[in-house]
């Protein structure tokens, strides 16, 4: 019962904000720093002092990607249940749109700070959150950064960083998008899977993820979608699984847009499906394998 008074609580703060036809970043960033303040309280109950850093970047970040990176807050959220033997419920999924408004990150916000509610009824914490705060001038970079960090800080509070496994089950979304895309337009699936190779590392990954992208963003450029400059992610050097993971998230944001422009609007990319023991090579061999089926398509 006292959950279900949090989730109404929840809700009643959540329903002025929801009848104002006006949000923009600055409203959705305050909500991320109510985020980070509730993951600090996480961490003191846990007495975990270690902060792992997130570097912030510059790049011309669109709504999309940064709701992308609150899919995969959501996910860890779901990590960090397990761990506690809670149940753990599938993450939500959005209906493929072509240009994504920054109230539907608003939207994940919210349900990532009711999820947190729960868990610290469950774990029997009280302490609250100071009040939301008032900001201007913020754009989509600005919430990315933030919930950039909120996303290491679950590794921190899940005791790992991001598995193989779960990096595999994110590309075989990506690979079922693009079955999507191939069905719609009555293209022979002719490929094959590429051979896999062990001594695959987490840099051949994020290369091929690059290369993916580059698949995507040519039939963006034949439909007049604009292009997003991804350069900044690109590392040659000390590349981590959590480098693939976000880079396989934005591939996953891209491939909304072509969905949205083809009428697709309905068809929603499914959820994850849990994998065990997976490696690199089998998220190289993955992703070779849906960069091959991207060559099929020629124009749209």
């Known amino acids: 019962m006292k959950i279900i008074q949090i989730i109404i609580f929840t809700l009643g703060l959540m329903q002025p904000a929801f009848s104002r036809a006006d949000i923009d970043s600055s409203d959705v960033y305050a909500q991320a720093l109510q985020i980070e303040k509730e993951i600090n309280i996480l961490k003191k109950h846990?007495?975990?002092?270690?902060?792992?850093?997130?570097?912030?970047?510059?790049?011309?970040?669109?709504?999309?990607h940064v709701w992308g990176?609150?899919?995969?807050?959501?996910?860890?959220?779901?990590?960090?249940?397990?761990?506690?033997?809670?149940?753990?419920?599938?993450?939500?999924?959005?209906?493929?749109?072509?240009?994504?408004?920054?109230?539907?990150v608003y939207e994940q916000t919210q349900r990532i700070l009711t999820e947190i509610q729960i868990l610290k009824t469950r774990l029997n914490?009280?302490?609250?959150?100071?009040?939301?705060?008032?900001?201007?001038?913020?754009?989509?970079?600005?919430?990315y950064n933030k919930l950039n960090w909120v996303s290491y800080q679950w590794d921190v509070l899940n005791g790992k960083n991001i598995d193989l496994s779960y990096v595999f089950a994110e590309v075989m979304r990506i690979y079922e998008d693009i079955n999507t895309i191939l069905r719609a337009k009555h293209i022979e699936d002719t490929s094959f899977p590429p051979e896999k190779i062990p001594t695959m590392q987490a840099v051949d990954s994020l290369q091929a993820a690059f290369e993916l992208m580059a698949e995507v963003q040519r039939i963006q450029r034949n439909m007049g979608i604009p292009r997003t400059d991804f350069s900044v992610f690109r590392k040659r050097e000390q590349v981590l699984k959590s480098d693939v993971f976000n880079m396989v998230g934005m591939v996953l944001a891209e491939l909304q847009?072509?969905?949205?422009?083809?009428?697709?609007?309905?068809?929603?990319?499914?959820?994850?499906?849990?994998?065990?023991?997976?490696?690199?090579?089998?998220?190289?061999?993955?992703?070779?394998?849906?960069?091959?089926?991207?060559?099929?398509?020629?124009?749209?």
């Open 257 to 300: 847009t072509i969905k949205a422009w083809m009428d697709l609007n309905r068809v929603l990319t499914p959820p994850a499906n849990s994998y065990q023991g997976k490696s690199s090579a089998d998220v190289h061999q993955l992703l070779g394998w849906a960069i091959y089926k991207m060559q099929l398509i020629k124009t749209l």
């Open 46 to 64: 846990f007495n975990i002092k270690e902060e792992k850093p997130a570097p912030p970047i510059i790049a011309a970040l669109k709504p999309r």
């Open 125 to 143: 914490i009280s302490q609250r959150i100071t009040p939301v705060e008032k900001f201007t001038g913020k754009q989509p970079i600005d919430i």
């Open 69 to 104: 990176k609150s899919y995969f807050i959501a996910a860890k959220i779901n990590l960090f249940r397990r761990k506690h033997r809670l149940p753990v419920s599938t993450v939500n999924v959005l209906e493929p749109v072509l240009n994504m408004n920054i109230a539907l």
